[in-house]
């Protein structure tokens, strides 16, 4: 099936500095790839949509200028987390949108996740 | 707004005991419905995926049915092994393409 990776799987950081999340799909094109944010003991929560060459779109509540979003690629879209605080320590998952021509359906790939943990 | 919610939150089960974990929605508007399971600290497995138009699909041990009418979703698992243990994710994907996620039920299957 199709693949696709996150780095780092893991960084800690000081409060004030900022962290480049990458996701890339390995073996397909990606116009759309999702970033989630999972607190513990909690379900997955959007944070934006990412599309290929465009703004992402942000759901409400999340500050798209501390989470910036970059999709130059069909292959790779960054979630950087500017300013970090500890309130931004969660577990952080991507997802890729494999959109097969001429199918009707679609499929999503999630990434293995990144644990932030901010001092 | 899509409300996804997962009962029960939580379950303990001896091993070889067949189990059913359930899911709700309160959009019956929905384009697919998916079971993943989530191992601690781990990502995503997705373990079966309902299209909108299909009742239910099976993989080994794992059924899972779709009643869309009445917004509901379950996963049956067959002869439990510890193994099967992890929290397990319904999510319901809504047009705008992105996943609606429950809180998920944790999974443990003693020996």
């Known amino acids: 099936g199709a693949v696709v990776s996150q780095h780092p799987s893991r960084v800690i950081c000081k409060s004030g500095t900022s962290v480049k999340i990458e996701c890339r799909s390995l073996?397909?094109?990606?116009?759309?790839m999702f970033w989630y944010r999972q607190f513990p003991k909690q379900s997955l929560m959007l944070m934006a949509t990412?599309?290929?060459?465009?703004?992402?779109?942000?759901e409400q509540g999340v500050e798209k200028d501390k989470f910036l979003i970059n999709h130059a690629s069909l292959t790779l879209s960054t979630l950087t987390v500017t300013s970090a605080h500890p309130e931004d320590s969660s577990f952080y998952i991507c997802s890729a949108r494999d959109l097969k021509a001429g199918s009707s359906t679609d499929t999503q790939y999630f990434g293995p996740g990144t644990r932030l943990t901010v001092l | 707004k899509q409300e996804v919610t997962q009962i029960p939150a939580a379950l303990s089960v001896p091993e070889g005991e067949n189990l059913v974990l359930n899911c709700s929605f309160t959009d019956s508007a929905i384009y697919n419905l998916q079971w993943f399971r989530q191992d601690p600290g781990k990502g995503l497995t997705s373990l079966l995926l309902?299209?909108?138009?299909?009742r239910e699909q099976t993989s080994g041990r794992l059924n899972a049915s779709l009643d869309k009418s009445s917004g509901r979703s379950t996963l049956y698992i067959a002869a439990s092994q510890p193994g099967d243990s992890a929290t397990y994710l319904c999510?319901?994907?809504?047009?705008?393409?992105?996943?609606?996620f429950g809180k998920g039920t944790s999974l443990l299957v003693t020996p």
């Open positions: 309902i299209q909108s138009s299909q």
């Open positions: 990412s599309n290929e060459g465009s703004k992402a779109t942000y």
């Open positions: 999510a319901v994907r809504t047009p705008g393409y992105a996943l609606n």
């Open positions: 073996d397909f094109q990606a116009t759309t």
